[in-house]
């Protein structure tokens, strides 16, 4: 877990730099951020989506995972969550109070997307917790680190709160990882790549204002396209 633990201080401090930016900044100026911080988002899905070798799966499980999303309302939950953390901490006064719930939300539920669901999350969490090998992790609380900044200065301190589902789903991982290890084969890590490479992409295309999506609704994808890679091998050795 201490890898973990310094992952989410280096989002945590990367939020505090971010958040002097945010409050200094004219609309016009966190507009541009927007902008940047959207074209390095679509960069970063590219790079993760090319490295699936099965694209019938991922497409599969994003259209599927985009179904069950929606009817499980999985995004109204978690900006349920993250106006509830707004009420909670934030004392910020004047203009509209739904107006800023919403952006705080958004900003909880796009960094929470963004800094769990690449395949270095799941790799970095197994070396740490099965072999103590910290590397992974502290790279990856780098590039979070400075995402965070650029996050914050446009979205605000809803990405702050994003540490929450870092220390649950990564830390989880890091904890099970002796039990988990046997099912993540090279296959899988690539296609859950690929996929969370989809979600980062409707992010990004969110965030330069091309399409607005419901990206939280497409996480079931993640576990369908996990499914699917974990039962490929069984379903070709009964045949």
């Known amino acids: 877990m201490i890898a973990t633990i310094v992952n989410c201080i280096a989002v ?6 971010g958040l002097l930016f945010h409050r200094r900044i004219t609309e016009q100026f966190k507009e541009i951020v927007y902008t940047g911080v959207g074209m390095i988002t679509l960069l970063i899905g590219i790079i993760m989506s090319i490295e699936t070798t099965r694209i019938l799966y991922v497409a599969l499980s994003v259209v599927a995972g985009g179904l069950l999303g ?20 934030s004392r910020r006064s004047g203009g509209s109070r739904a107006s800023h719930e919403s952006r705080f939300a958004h900003g909880y539920l796009n960094a ?16 740490a917790g099965a ?14 680190g400075s995402m965070a ?3 914050t200065a446009a979205m605000g301190p809803g990405v702050a709160f994003s540490v929450i589902t870092i220390l649950i789903y ?14 993540v084969s090279d296959l899988v890590l690539s296609e859950i790549s690929g996929t969370g ?6 992010i990004g295309l969110n965030l330069l204002h091309l399409k607005s999506m419901k990206t939280g609704n497409f996480l079931p994808a993640l576990l369908l396209v996990l499914v699917a890679t974990v039962a490929e091998p069984i379903v070709l050795g009964l045949l």
């Open 12 to 17: 945590l401090v990367g939020s505090l730099v």
């Open 70 to 89: 929606a009817w499980w309302n999985v995004e109204g939950g978690i900006l349920r969550f993250g106006s509830f953390l707004e009420r909670k901490f």
């Open 112 to 127: 929470s997307i963004l800094f769990c669901v690449g395949a270095m999350t799941i790799v970095g969490a197994f070396r």
């Open 131 to 144: 072999e103590g090998k910290y590397d992974l992790i502290l790279t990856k609380s780098v590039m979070d």
């Open 149 to 151: 900044i650029l996050l």
């Open 170 to 183: 990564q830390g989880g991982l890091t904890m099970l990882a002796g039990a988990l290890r046997p099912v």
């Open 197 to 202: 490479g989809v979600l980062i992409l409707m």
